[in-house]
């Protein structure tokens, strides 16, 4: 008993420094790792070899882990800390090309510059890059191209920012590369790349398609307005400006190619996802050393986000020490409870609890806490666990589109236009996109009872 509450209290702890920010989060998530492996397995349970399946060292010399049928469900889950380790580099590869800002220009230019235009035609390649890169990374790039625009054209850049935000979360819900949350789920539960693409990536479309009307009468009118300012004589862009170097914008793109094939394919290849992040990482370097130098692969390192992998371990580790107490299980059996067992009422207090809960906390951690609730779940209950899996992807993906807090690319976004002089306060945020989540919550929910129920 006294493990289980201390395990409850060092991962409330956690969430609470997590949400409020004082602490950077992977210090927060480090040592409340580190109180779980200490404190609760070690001197309250007295077990070691929870603590080093906690630790899964021994993933790196299983020959699955890098070619076959990788399935991690407890522990730290390295497939995923590799796998963005891998697509980060990849991608601050791409990044120092100019890739994504020629490709941000490039759309402008084939719109006419036209802000209406513009604005979906950013939605919808916001939601389709975000299929292939972290939704953060298509943030970061976009945001910073909106912005640039809006000088040039004279156009609000805040409600285009906001319908960015939404479609990125939404485009990276649809497969299992796009957002943190299904990295975690799909590498845990041993999903493919296609699998998500048949289940959220199918729901994600209907949900897209409907959503673009939506932004488009809600930001319409403002954008008309501000069109209206924009000089004659206004000096439009280059696209071509934006290529730095045309040797690394080349392999960059080929570099690209190349991983979303593997990703499509892995089901098929047997590569798993740890393989494929090395692979883009060392064909990353590969390409800057030909392009640039030795030196220039520096500089590309040091734009990674350790922080983020960081967190992530210190996450995964909290996460055991619920799981190793069986907290997760009392968790997982009160669900069951309350559904009786039933996949319609199952499937609505999943997406639905998972939505609210992520729209104010971030929903990296809330994915990684229901994991092994899920799986618990389908064990007692005898519902499909896919049909779970899904469902907490696209409440976690999408729920937290509602606050400014929600999902990671919500704080780089938000953060970016105030640093740009456009600041977007908590109520312009969710004036545009609370009810946009709330509509896309709905359409999951009912699309997912047709499907499985």
């Known amino acids: 008993?006294?493990?289980?509450?201390?395990?409850?209290?060092?991962?409330?702890?956690?969430?609470?420094?997590?949400?409020?920010g004082k602490f950077e989060r992977h210090i927060v998530t480090l040592v409340s790792g580190l109180a779980m492996l200490v404190v609760v397995m070690g001197i309250c349970l007295h077990d070691m070899n929870a603590i080093i399946d906690t630790l899964n060292f021994k993933a790196f010399i299983e020959p699955s882990f890098w070619y076959g049928a990788s399935e991690e469900s407890f522990g730290i889950n390295w497939a995923t800390i590799i796998f963005i380790a891998g697509m980060t580099v990849m991608v601050e590869g791409m990044g120092h090309t100019g890739f994504f800002r020629?490709?941000?220009?490039?759309?402008?230019?084939?719109?006419?510059?036209?802000?209406?235009?513009?604005?979906?035609a950013f939605?919808?390649?916001?939601a389709f890059l975000a299929m292939f890169i972290d939704s953060i990374t298509v943030i970061m790039f976009l945001v910073a191209a909106t912005l640039e625009l809006a000088r040039v054209l004279k156009f609000d850049p805040?409600?285009?920012i906001l319908s960015e935000i939404f479609c990125a979360n939404l485009g990276g819900s649809a497969t299992m590369c796009g957002d943190p949350p299904n990295i975690i789920i799909g590498t845990s539960l041993g999903y493919t790349f296609f699998d998500f693409i048949e289940n959220t990536g199918v729901i994600a479309l209907i949900c897209l398609v409907l959503i673009v009307p939506y932004f488009y009468f809600a930001c319409r009118k403002a954008l008309i307005e501000s069109e209206k300012n924009r000089p004659a004589d206004t000096v439009y862009p280059n696209p071509e400006d934006?290529?730095?170097?045309?040797?690394?914008?080349?392999?960059?793109?080929?570099?690209?190619l190349i991983v979303v094939v593997l990703l499509i394919t892995h089901a098929q290849t047997?590569?798993?996802?740890?393989?494929?992040?090395?692979?883009?990482?060392?064909?990353?370097?590969?390409?800057?050393?030909?392009?640039y130098n030795f030196k220039t692969i520096g500089e590309v390192m040091k734009k990674v986000d350790y922080k983020t992998l960081l967190f992530f371990i210190g996450?995964?580790?909290?996460?055991?020490g619920l799981e190793v107490t069986g907290i997760l299980e009392i968790i997982a059996g009160f669900i069951a409870k309350v559904s009786g067992g039933n996949v319609v009422i199952t499937i609505a207090i999943i997406i639905w609890v998972s939505a609210i809960a992520s729209a104010f906390v971030d929903n990296i951690p809330f994915a990684a806490t229901m994991i092994p609730v899920i799986v618990s779940m389908s064990g007692s209950?005898?519902?499909?666990?896919?049909?779970?899996?899904?469902?907490?992807?696209?409440?976690t993906d999408i729920g937290g589109n509602a606050t400014p807090i929600g999902a990671s690319a919500n704080v780089v976004g938000t953060s970016l236009a105030a640093k740009d002089g456009k600041p977007i306060t908590w109520g312009k945020f969710c004036k545009y996109n609370a009810p946009a989540t709330i509509i896309v919550i709905a359409i999951s929910m009912v699309c997912l009872i047709i499907k499985f129920a």
């Not at 020629?102 to 979906?120: E, G, H, M, R």
């Not at 939605?123 to 916001?126: A, D, F, I, K, T």
């Open 1 to 20: 008993m006294i493990s289980k509450i201390l395990a409850v209290a060092i991962f409330v702890l956690m969430f609470i420094n997590i949400v409020l």
């Open 102 to 120: 020629w490709l941000c220009l490039k759309i402008a230019k084939f719109t006419k510059y036209k802000t209406v235009p513009l604005l979906i």
């Open 123 to 126: 939605m919808l390649m916001s």
């Open 158 to 160: 805040v409600p285009m």
């Open 242 to 256: 934006a290529i730095e170097n045309k040797t690394g914008f080349i392999l960059a793109v080929i570099t690209f």
């Open 270 to 291: 047997e590569i798993t996802v740890a393989s494929i992040g090395v692979i883009g990482a060392v064909l990353t370097l590969i390409s800057t050393v030909i392009a």
């Open 315 to 320: 996450l995964f580790v909290a996460v055991s």
């Open 381 to 395: 209950t005898g519902i499909h666990l896919d049909t779970l899996a899904y469902t907490l992807s696209l409440g």
